[in-house]
C-alpha cells in the first residue's frame, strides 16, 4: 500500500515558468501535510505546510482538497535555485507518523 | 535556532561490522525517528520512538537494528551486522506536537558498507 504517491518527474522548466506538483494520500484520516524540498545529498528541508484553507509563501502556493484527498503546490515566476527535489510528507497523527511521497525532480533552466 | 545534529557526517565500514549512528534531537521534542535514503530513492521510514520505546517500526527494521537513548540528549541508530545494501543515508528526525507540527531533520550520516 503507497500511503503518499508523487509523481517523481523530473520536471525541467525554464526560469520564470509557473510549475505545479501534486500529491495524493490513501488515508482519509490524515491529519497534517507538509512539502519538504531536498537538495542533493541533503536532508530534506520544511518549505511550507499545507492548510485547508490553502496558503501562500511568496512564489510558492499550497493546497489541500481532503474530499479528493490530493495536496498541490505551485511554484511561480521559478528561480534556478528551486531546482530541487520536493517532498510530499502527510502525518496520519497515530503514532505521529509521518508518510513521506517519493518526491518530484525540479529542474529550472536558464 | 535549535537543530538536530548527527555523527558521524560519514562512516565507512566492513560488511558483517557493528556501526552505532548518532543524533541529539532538539532539546524539548519527545518524537524521535530513524530514517533511511539509498542513493536516488525515496525517503523510507525505519522506526519511531516516544517515551523511551519503540511507537512503531517498518519491515526494514528488523532484528539487525536497534535504538537507544542512552542519556538525556543522545538517540542512537545501532547496525548488528551491516550489509551491502545498507549503504545509504541515514536521518535522524526529532518532532514536538507542540508548535509547527514539523519534523526537524539532521544533517544524516552517510554510511558505506564495502
Known amino acids: 500500500r503507497k500511503e503518499v504517491e508523487q509523481d517523481p518527474g523530473p520536471f525541467n522548466v525554464p526560469e520564470g515558468a509557473t510549475v505545479a506538483f501534486n500529491c495524493t494520500y490513501s488515508n482519509s484520516a490524515s491529519q497534517s501535510f507538509f512539502w519538504y524540498r531536498q537538495d542533493c545529498r541533503k536532508e530534506p528541508k520544511l518549505l511550507m505546510s499545507v492548510y485547508s484553507s490553502g496558503n501562500e509563501d511568496g512564489r510558492f502556493t499550497a493546497q489541500l482538497n481532503r474530499a479528493s484527498q490530493y495536496i498541490s503546490l505551485l511554484i511561480r515566476d521559478s528561480k534556478l535555485s528551486d531546482s530541487a527535489t520536493y517532498l510530499c510528507?502527510?502525518?496520519?497523527?497515530?503514532?505521529?507518523?509521518?508518510?513521506f511521497g517519493t518526491g518530484t525532480s525540479l529542474t529550472v533552466i536558464p | 535556532e535549535p537543530e538536530v545534529t548527527q555523527t558521524p557526517s560519514h562512516q565507512v565500514t566492513q560488511m558483517g561490522q557493528e556501526v552505532i549512528l548518532r543524533c541529539v534531537p532538539i532539546?524539548?521534542?519527545?518524537?524521535f525517528y530513524w530514517y533511511r535514503q539509498i542513493l536516488g530513492q525515496k525517503v523510507e521510514f525505519l522506526v519511531s520512538f516516544y517515551n523511551n520505546e519503540i511507537s512503531e517500526k517498518s519491515e526494514i527494521f528488523d532484528d539487525q537494528f536497534s535504538v537507544e537513548r542512552p542519556d538525556g540528549s543522545n538517540f542512537t541508530l545501532k547496525i548488528r551486522s551491516t550489509k551491502l545494501e545498507d549503504s545509504a543515508m541515514y536521518f535522524c528526525?526529532?518532532?514536538?506536537?507542540?508548535?509547527?507540527?514539523?519534523?526537524?531533520f539532521g544533517p544524516g550520516t552517510r554510511l558505506t558498507v564495502l
Open positions: 528526525a526529532s518532532f514536538s506536537t507542540r508548535g509547527s507540527n514539523e519534523q526537524f
Open positions: 510528507v502527510v502525518n496520519e497523527n497515530t503514532g505521529n507518523q509521518f508518510y
Open positions: 532539546s524539548n521534542h519527545l518524537y
